[in-house]
């Protein structure tokens, strides 16, 4: 049987951590760990949306 990539990661949770200078305001700190949130859900809505459909990122290009 061979292991997809995102087979390891998939059920599993991860902590992030965001490093910002202590200069930066709390609204625009905010925003940054916002937007990565935004970004880390949609790769996940992405990978689960693709194993329920069957389809594969290799074959989209095709």
Do not use: C
């Not at 991860?14 to 202590?22: A, C, N, S």
């Not at 790769?43 to 329920?52: G, L, M, V, Y």
């Amino acid at each position: 049987m061979i292991n997809k990539r995102n087979d390891k990661w998939t059920g599993r949770k991860f902590k992030v951590t965001v490093h910002l200078p202590d200069v930066v305001s709390e609204s625009v700190r905010q925003s940054k760990i916002d937007r990565l949130y935004d970004i880390l859900k949609a790769a996940n809505a992405k990978n689960r949306s693709s194993e329920n459909t069957g389809n594969d990122d290799e074959n989209d290009s095709k």
